[in-house]
């Protein structure tokens, strides 16, 4: 379910500080959506949502800790309510989970941490009188409590529209700063200290496959059972995939098979994209009963995109409103807190077969040995390229600063695929500065990719979101592991089939092909064209210049939607859309480069 948390910052020797803190917290108080949370000396917490984030008090009273956090051990919930002020390096080593951090330090000054994995969004922005507020949603807020400065900023909403991963960190409000995941930050915004990268663990690892196979498993383990300990009743997905079969198995084991209600599985008419026999296979394996619901695209209706529209950032994961409502639905009616899904897992295991994977090994073991490494003739029939071909494409990551393709949307006009240059997740940027094998950079980019699982949807308004692969543990580990031995050979994921190979049907270890999302969305669109036509052709993106109108009208068509990949650039636009239209009616737009 949707809880959130809402923070004043203060210098409590500050009298107008104290007074407007005062004054803000009565419109809060006679608000009905926020109710108190705790207090300590300059800060004020309040909590929204049916069950409220725990709050706790970090020693010596260094500051507050929001939001479920577990042991390293993956075991049990943590209490570091003991030792020494704890700084965000200590949290990261100590602590992992869904988690905000408010650090007080010995001269009264605030700063926010927000947790590596992403799970809650963080945003802080500032009053009068030094006041910093802190919070995990810009909906719902009482009165008071806007920034300055407030307004659509669309130097962002340009750059999310174009590469809208590289914006999942970056607030497209005008005076309010999102901190990233891993960064902080001083309460109100100002200067980022990366505490927490994907580079801070690759590298070198000193054990055997088959160790880090072990470590893996354990370690999924581990995390699935301390993100469904909390649950009594859930809902789980499961596509029949690797991803949500290995999941299903870390349940079983952990003898958890009792807190699902329903195992879900949506299955498509299509012959070809039918997984719902890998599905039955894992249901078989593990003696429990599942549903069986076919996935048939339905028109989108743009009345129900205004839902979308009210979340802190575009709504993504909630364009597809039949779904995203089936599941509130049954959310509601099995009396469940949780959905649980392998979501994650094509990032984490490195669903890939880019040629950098050649370039990594030519740089582990040298041109001669990677030419007569088996390897490279399996890479070149999965990428479907030549071997000199692939070795082209490796010799320029080897020597090169190859990162993967950065995902762009093809919608976008040419002044703002050019405005949009260069934008990148903070993640990836990193990787400039950094000595990298080329298909690990791929990988983090991945990862990167990987964040918008957390996006917002309905469903996350009425469950908790369960994604044990997403767990900071676990992407630790993953980053690791050297990418071709996550992802090298003939087949897609050895490592992943192998490490899990006693737990999973022969069914679903030894499938080579997977069900097409993609071709899913496609058919949505194609059966919405007349309701999207107008929405987006004559909608406030084409009138910014950000969507190219043209365009617009050559991708919304039947014919094309069903013969390439643009259904998935219509979701971020449509989303992104629907965002605007909303916030437009509660600010102006705030100065800019591309507003200007």
Not at 35 to 47: D, E, H, I, M, S
Not at 403 to 419: D, I, M, Q, R, Y
Request: net charge neutral; glycine share 10%.
């Amino acid at each position: 379910m949707r809880r959130d948390f809402l923070a004043l910052c203060f210098d409590a020797t500050s009298a107008e500080a104290c007074a407007l803190v005062a004054a803000v917290s009565d419109r809060i108080a006679g608000c009905d959506v926020w109710a108190p949370g705790l207090r300590l000396k300059g800060c004020v917490v309040w909590r929204r949502g049916r069950a409220g984030l725990p709050v706790q008090v970090l020693p010596e009273d260094g500051g507050l800790l929001i939001g479920e956090v577990f042991e390293r051990s993956g075991r049990g919930v943590a209490s570091p309510l003991h030792g020494r002020r704890l700084t965000a390096r200590d949290l990261c080593r100590s602590i992992w989970g869904g988690y905000a951090a408010l650090l007080r330090a010995p001269d009264g000054t605030w700063q926010v941490f927000r947790e590596p994995s992403g799970q809650m969004d963080v945003l802080t922005w500032r009053l009068d009188h030094g006041v910093a507020v802190v919070a995990s949603t810009f909906a719902a807020l009482p009165p008071g409590l806007c920034p300055r400065g407030l307004g659509l900023d669309w130097d962002r909403i340009v750059a999310f529209v174009t590469v809208p991963v590289a914006a999942t960190t970056e607030s497209l409000l005008g005076g309010v700063t999102a901190i990233g995941p891993g960064e902080q930050r001083p309460a109100g915004g100002g200067p980022v200290d990366v505490v927490w990268s994907p580079l801070d663990h690759v590298g070198p690892v000193d054990a055997s496959a088959e160790e880090l196979a072990q470590a893996f498993v354990a370690r999924v383990d581990s995390c699935a059972a301390a993100l469904l300990a909390g649950h009594e009743r859930a809902l789980f997905e499961l596509s029949g995939g690797l991803d949500s079969s290995v999941l299903a198995a870390a349940v079983a084991q952990n003898g958890h098979l009792g807190r699902i209600a329903t195992w879900l599985n949506y299955a498509d008419p299509r012959p070809e994209a039918d997984e719902r026999a890998y599905a039955q296979a894992v249901a078989d394996r593990h003696g429990f009963e599942l549903t069986v619901l076919e996935r048939r695209p339905s028109p989108l209706d743009p009345a129900r995109f205004a839902d979308l529209g009210r979340q802190t950032w575009p709504a993504i994961a909630g364009v597809d409103a039949t779904r995203d409502l089936d599941a509130v639905a049954r959310i509601e009616a099995l009396g469940a807190t949780a959905i649980v899904s392998g979501q994650g897992g094509d990032s984490i295991f490195f669903q890939s077969s880019s040629p950098l994977l050649a370039g990594d090994l030519w740089r582990e073991q040298g041109l001669l040995a990677t030419l007569f490494d088996p390897r490279l003739a399996a890479l070149a029939r999965r990428s479907r390229r030549s071997v000199w071909r692939v070795l082209a494409e490796a010799r320029h990551g080897v020597h090169g600063r190859a990162s993967g393709v950065k995902n762009v949307n093809h919608l976008v006009t040419p002044e703002a695929h050019a405005f949009a240059a260069g934008t990148e997740h903070a993640w990836v940027k990193a990787l400039d500065h950094a000595d990298l094998p080329p298909a690990k950079r791929v990988h983090v980019r991945a990862l990167a990719t990987g964040q918008f699982n957390h996006a917002a949807s309905r469903r996350r308004e009425v469950a908790d979101l369960v994604y044990p692969f997403l767990a900071q543990p676990v992407m630790e580990l993953a980053l690791g592991v050297p990418a071709h031995v996550l992802t090298g050979g003939s087949v897609a994921r050895p490592f992943q089939r192998r490490a899990f190979a006693d737990r999973l049907p022969p069914l679903v270890r030894d499938r080579r092909a997977k069900g097409e999302v993609s071709v899913y969305v496609a058919r949505m669109m194609a059966e919405s064209l007349d309701a999207l036509r107008p929405y987006l052709i004559d909608g406030v993106l084409a009138d910014a210049g950000v969507l190219d109108r043209g365009r617009l009208i050559q991708v919304l068509d039947r014919d094309y939607l069903i013969h390439t990949a643009a259904g998935t650039d219509l979701v971020g636009a449509i989303a992104t859309e629907a965002w605007v239209r909303h916030w437009q009616g509660q600010m102006p737009d705030a100065r800019g480069a591309w507003s200007r």
